[in-house]
């Protein structure tokens, strides 16, 4: 499905960024490993997707700093020759009740999600616009659309996303070049491991599906934008939530 292809995935050494680039190496793709800190675990999923027969590049960028969000595309365009996918996915939460969140909490989440975001897309655009053909892909998150106690700034960084989603596929359509984001909801995580089984209930409660999801069904929809199967989508937010949001 995307043999050949090369796919950027921002903030891939854990998580949803790993299962995604586990299903593109699968699917044939040529895959860029964007890591901040942990150089151990990017290194353990490089190898992982390397036995299953994708050329893997590991880049250690700080997307929410321009230069190196412009020295990872650079990098992924050295290695392949193009870029034809982009998912940001890089993104981090400091919550709190507004009361209470330090100023730097705030600038710290929108500097890495929406920034961060930001960077990679104009480092990216020339390319996909040289090329005329390129799938992006922006992790966007449920809340970004209803809003959710304490996480102001992480919200607030979401919605912007979205924003930012519809615009650029305004911009760029015209040269072949989809833009769509994904609003994941409470996805089975070290994030959501951490909460009570009252948190648990509550949250469940609100879901159609009575469940949490799984990294998969993120990967699922992140292949899909990513792929040839999505080519006349473009400036939607894909809701995978259980239906908690609708």
């Known amino acids: 499905m995307l043999k050949g292809k090369c796919a950027v995935i921002t903030g891939a050494s854990r998580g949803i960024g790993k299962c995604i680039a586990t299903k593109f190496a699968k699917e044939g793709a040529n895959v860029v490993i964007n890591y901040r800190n942990n150089e151990e675990e990017a290194l353990k999923v490089k190898k992982e997707l390397e036995d299953l027969g994708s050329q893997v590049l590991v880049v250690k960028a700080d997307v929410s700093e321009l230069e190196q969000a412009e020295n990872l595309i650079k990098e992924a365009k050295k290695e392949f020759g193009r870029v034809d996918i982009l998912v940001n996915n890089a993104g981090i939460t400091k919550d709190n009740l507004i009361i ?5 909490d705030f600038d710290r ?3 890495t999600n929406l920034k961060g975001a930001f960077n990679c897309l104009k480092a990216v655009t020339p390319i996909m616009l040289k090329q005329k053909y390129g ?3 922006n992790m966007a998150s449920v809340v970004g659309v209803v809003g959710n106690p304490g996480q102001v700034n992480y919200c607030a ?3 912007g996303l ?3 989603t519809k ?13 769509n984001a ?11 491991k951490i909460l009570s089984d009252d948190q648990k209930k509550k949250i469940l409660s609100q879901i159609p599906l009575n469940k949490f999801g799984n990294v998969e069904d993120i990967a699922n ?3 899909f934008l990513g792929s040839e199967n999505s080519n006349y989508i473009t400036g939607q937010v894909i809701h995978v939530d259980g239906g908690m949001a609708m």
Request: positive net charge.
């Open 135 to 137: 799938k992006i892909v």
């Open 221 to 223: 929809v992140a292949l």
């Open 109 to 111: 989440v929108i500097k």
């Open 182 to 192: 994904i609003a994941p909801g409470f996805i089975d995580t070290d994030m959501t």
């Open 157 to 159: 960084s979401k919605a």
């Open 100 to 104: 209470r969140m330090k100023e730097e």
């Open 167 to 179: 615009s650029l596929a305004k911009e760029i359509g015209s040269r072949n070049i989809t833009v």
């Open 162 to 164: 979205i924003g930012m």
